[in-house]
């Protein structure tokens, strides 16, 4: 695991070498099913500084309003100060984060030196993926009482890059919170998938989740997200990088 943190830590940087594009859909429904929102985004994603930026190519959507599905396109996002407005926004800027190297965010996948001091790896078995062989890991917090997360994850043999890696909360939030602040969010976990675009660079290419949030009494809804990156460019991070915004179409949402 030292070889995997000191990799992520020298990928992180690699990474930022990178223009890519990355299709974001946000689908929130409430418990019976029906659909209140549902945003699809196109992103291209730019090398900067200090983490990555993030060019809207395309938004659009649609969201339930007196009694009707509105359907709209570009930015602003409409209604976007409602209750599922905010919630759209909120996990298409904030889970696909663009203040980390990888275009998300950063503090879902405890490999880097960092987060790894917060947890213990048990080896569980050597896989085969795609072809190449893959150590099969669980990691759970360090500390049984923290509550962060807890999952699995399947390690390149060769290279000591993470090729899956899946997330759970380590715990139930507790209960005084839920029966106090009638907060919960049963099923929370994230599941992504990296590729392989050269030698030791490794990028997380799709990400998904689908979970219950519970909030305050009167929040109740299914929130399904996932991503999807592509295109891999390397560039020069000294060198002008020029696209024009209608020259992605980016690829067709995925159906969760």
């Given amino acids: 695991m030292k070889r995997v943190a000191e990799n992520q830590d020298r990928a992180q940087t690699e990474r930022n070498k990178y223009v890519y594009e990355q299709h974001v859909r946000v689908d929130i429904r409430r418990t019976n099913g029906k659909l209140a929102r549902e945003e699809v985004a196109d992103l291209l994603v730019l090398p900067a500084a200090k983490g990555s930026t993030k060019r809207t190519q395309s938004l659009k959507g649609q969201y339930w309003k007196h009694g009707q599905y509105l359907a709209f396109t570009g930015e602003p996002a409409p209604d976007s100060g409602s209750l599922d407005g905010s919630l759209a926004k909120s996990f298409r800027e904030d889970l696909i984060s663009g203040d980390s190297k990888d275009g998300m965010a950063k ?8 987060e790894q001091k917060n947890y213990k790896f048990k080896l569980k078995e050597e896989t085969v993926v795609s072809g190449r062989a893959a150590y099969h890991i669980a990691f759970s917090p360090a500390d049984k009482d923290d ?4 999952g699995e994850a399947l390690i390149d043999k060769e290279e000591f890059e993470p090729v899956s890696v899946y997330t759970r909360l380590s715990r139930r939030i507790p209960l005084f919170v839920r029966t106090m602040l009638g907060t919960d969010l049963p099923g929370l976990g994230f599941n992504t998938q990296y590729r392989r675009v050269g030698p030791n660079i490794w990028f997380p290419a799709s990400f998904g ?13 299914v929130i399904t997200v996932s991503m999807e990156s592509s295109g891999f460019k390397r560039t020069s991070t000294d060198s002008d990088v020029h696209y024009n915004d209608s020259s992605t179409e980016g690829p067709k949402p995925k159906q969760w």
């Fill in 209 to 221: 989740t689908e979970f219950h949030l519970h909030a305050v009494f009167f929040i109740n809804r």
């Fill in 107 to 114: 503090d879902l996948f405890p490999l880097t030196t960092d």
């Fill in 147 to 150: 509550f962060t997360w807890a």
